[in-house]
Structure formats: structure tokens, C-alpha cells
């Protein structure tokens, strides 16, 4: 370990536990949660990791109390973080919201199970990535994270802290069951190679200083509790002194940018893989564990002689409308497994403007699809 804290070197660990070292060599000093299957290693990690290095892990009463917790801990200048999964997922979206308006940095972990409901404790879904972009009540910009590995639970952990601070909001990191739960290895680079960045402070002098009158990227600095700032925080409409202004034109104005400076650089923040999609006919749309899967079944369709490629979701929300939009013009058809009913592929299909066909290849049951049944469903297009 290094003196820093971060946990330096190759580990054969798992996502949840990757999870948490990701967030502490992001610089997170501080942990609310409540346990539940199946994200409950990554609280059990940090209550463990955090003493060691002066940070503060709290088991609170419920999700509710956990996310008011870490919103109040970044008002306070400390990083922080929560995690979850579905049916704390669904607790917490009141203070999501509450995050997004007031414009709070923080992580927010989900490790999907299948539900509705208590549903599957212990087994894989991916069910919760439309409640990621619509949960919480009102329009505001949203960023979700989906990695498939336990590699990525670390490297997109740090990557989440890093938008959370630049944007100022809730970023979401929607992992699932079988990503964090299975064990491979995690190289954890040495804290100088690893890129972290800071929220934007405030330039002027105290007396003058409007908490909420946004920079050219539409990102406010941000002044933290203790620092000689006058600093009024509110869930309700505020102006950009911060306080309550109930008006439409206040309104109009504060919840456009809270939508814009996540739409208007989403080309900024938007990751996706890309095979083999040059001469492609078919496209698979796959994100999480099942992109794994659909990796194997277009590598085999390609030894076939089928024209098939994958775009990988590595990032949910902002979703990638222009590269949807452009393969479909070339296209014959997108198929999107998810482990759901049908998700991610409504805004395939969106994107798609009737351009491609769009099929929808769920899966449910708490398991995960074969790759051979990626592989009917491609040639079965293509025949």
C-alpha cells in the first residue's frame, strides 16, 4: 500500500471490492450506506479501508438517510459516496434529485439484482438503467457508468468522481450482480498515474460571490461549507444567489442548464467500445456483463464470415444519439440483449429513426444470455 492509501499493485479481487479501492485512490474520505445484496462488499471494503485513511464510513438508518449523508459530507469538502442496489436504488431517488438541483458532487453505486421489488437478492439484472435517467421527478442532466469488469469497477469509479467534480452532481455508477461479484485481476497503478481532477473553485472575493452564477461550461464554482462564503442551498427553484425564487423565467433558466451542461458535453463525456463496426451489417448494442457475452458471440460470427459489430455502452446517460444515428444509416439491423424486458433498447430504437431494425434479445430468471443465443439472433438477421 502505498502512503497514500491506494492500494497499489495486481489483486485478484472482486467488483465490489474494486469498487471501493477505486473510490478511495479517487480521493473519497467518506461513506454512508446501508447493506444490501448484492453491493453490500463494497460497504463492508470501505468500513474496513476508510479508518485507514482518516476518512469516515457511517452504516445509516436506511438509503434515504445514506445519499442526504454523502450531500452533505461534499457541501463540507469531502468526497464521498453511497452504494446500493435496486430497492435502495428506488429509496434513494428523492435525494438524488435533491443532488441534482442543489448541484452536489457525489458517487452513487448501484449494483443491479433482479427485481421488481425484493425479486432476485442475489442474482443478476439490469433493470434499474431507466430509473438511472428518469427516477428522480423533474428534467435534469444525468451521467451513468456501466463497467464490465472488476478492472472497470475501479477504473470508472475514479472516472465517476472525476465527473461528478468537474459537472457538479450525483454521477451514477450502475455496475450489476455478476460485474461485481465475479473475481479477476485489478492492476491498481501507482496515486501519480492516476488522473484525478478537482470541482471548479471560486475567484472572487467572498462578498461578491454568487453560488450559483455558472462558468462558460454552465458549471458553477463551488464553495464549500467553512470557507468564509455566504452560501444558501435549496432543493427548491433558486436563483443564482441561491435562494428560493418561485418564477418562470428563474425556473426556465436554472433547470436548462442543470439539462445543458450535461447535453451540450456529452461528446465530452460519453466512453464506448467499438468492434469491428467498419463493415459491419449487424450491430449488437450491449453494456454491463452481457457485453461480454456478445464480445464472444461477434468474435465466433466474424470466423463465420457474418458481418457483425458490437458498440459497447461503457457510458449509459448521456447516451450516444450521433453514433447511433450514424450506424444505422449503414445498417441492417441493431439487436440489444439486456437483462430486462426491454431498457436501453427504446432509445436504440429511438436513435435508429426507422433507419435500422431494431430487435430486442432479453433475458430474465437472474442468469445471463448464452453467447450462443446472440449468435442465433444475428444470423437469423443476416440469413
Known amino acids: 500500500m502505498s502512503d497514500s492509501g491506494v492500494l497499489t499493485g495486481e489483486h485478484f479481487i472482486n467488483g465490489d471490492e474494486a469498487c471501493a479501492e477505486g473510490a478511495i485512490a479517487a480521493g473519497c474520505r467518506f461513506f454512508a450506506g446501508y447493506p444490501i445484496t448484492p453491493a453490500t462488499e463494497i460497504a463492508e471494503r470501505m468500513a474496513r479501508r476508510l479508518p485507514q485513511v482518516q476518512g469516515i464510513c457511517i452504516q445509516m438508518e436506511d438509503e434515504i438517510a445514506s445519499v442526504a449523508a454523502i450531500l452533505g459530507a461534499s457541501w463540507g469538502g469531502t468526497k464521498s459516496m453511497t452504494a446500493t442496489s435496486g430497492p435502495g436504488f428506488s429509496l434513494m431517488m428523492e435525494n438524488i434529485g435533491l443532488g441534482m438541483m442543489t448541484e452536489t458532487p457525489c458517487v452513487i ?8 421489488s425484493t425479486g432476485l437478492p442475489t442474482l443478476v439484472g439490469q433493470a ?35 465527473l461528478s467534480e468537474i ?18 485481476k485489478v492492476a491498481i497503478p501507482a496515486p501519480d498515474q492516476i488522473q484525478l481532477v478537482s470541482r ?3 475567484d472572487r472575493l467572498a ?9 462558460a461550461d454552465l ?9 468564509g462564503f455566504h452560501v444558501h442551498v435549496t432543493g427548491l427553484t ?19 442548464r442543470l439539462v445543458d451542461k450535461i447535453r451540450l458535453n456529452a461528446h465530452k463525456i460519453i466512453q464506448l467500445e ?11 448494442v450491449a453494456y454491463g456483463c452481457t457485453s461480454r457475452t456478445a464480445r464472444e458471440a461477434v468474435q465466433c460470427l466474424r470466423l463465420e464470415g457474418l458481418k457483425v459489430g458490437l458498440l459497447r455502452l461503457i457510458t449509459l446517460w448521456p447516451f450516444p444519439e450521433e453514433k447511433v444515428r450514424q450506424l444505422a444509416k449503414g445498417i441492417k439491423s441493431f439487436i440489444v440483449p439486456e437483462i430486462n424486458y426491454g431498457q436501453m433498447v427504446y432509445e436504440v430504437e429511438r436513435c435508429a429513426q426507422g433507419q435500422a431494425e431494431t430487435i430486442l434479445l432479453p433475458f430474465m430468471g437472474g442468469t445471463i444470455h448464452t453467447p450462443e443465443d446472440i449468435m442465433a439472433a444475428v444470423r437469423e438477421v443476416l440469413s
Open 238 to 256: 433558486h436563483d443564482e444567489q441561491g435562494y428560493p425564487v418561485i418564477t418562470p423565467i428563474v425556473h426556465e433558466r436554472l433547470v436548462r
Open 274 to 284: 467499438e468492434i469491428a463496426l467498419d463493415d459491419a451489417q449487424a450491430v449488437v
Open 128 to 162: 434499474d438503467v431507466m430509473q438511472a435517467r428518469w427516477g428522480s421527478h423533474g428534467d435534469y442532466g444525468v451521467i451513468a457508468l456501466s463497467p464490465s469488469s472488476p478492472q472497470e469497477m475501479f477504473d470508472l469509479t475514479i472516472t465517476a468522481f472525476n
Open 167 to 184: 459537472y457538479r452532481l450525483p454521477v451514477l455508477v450502475m455496475g450489476d450482480e455478476l460485474v461485481g461479484h465475479m473475481s479477476e
Open 109 to 116: 453505486v448501484n449494483i443491479m439484482r433482479g427485481g421488481p
Open 219 to 227: 458549471v458553477p464554482p463551488m464553495a464549500c461549507a467553512g470557507e
Open 200 to 202: 471548479p473553485r471560486p
Open 207 to 215: 462578498d461578491t460571490f454568487l453560488p450559483f452564477m455558472p462558468n
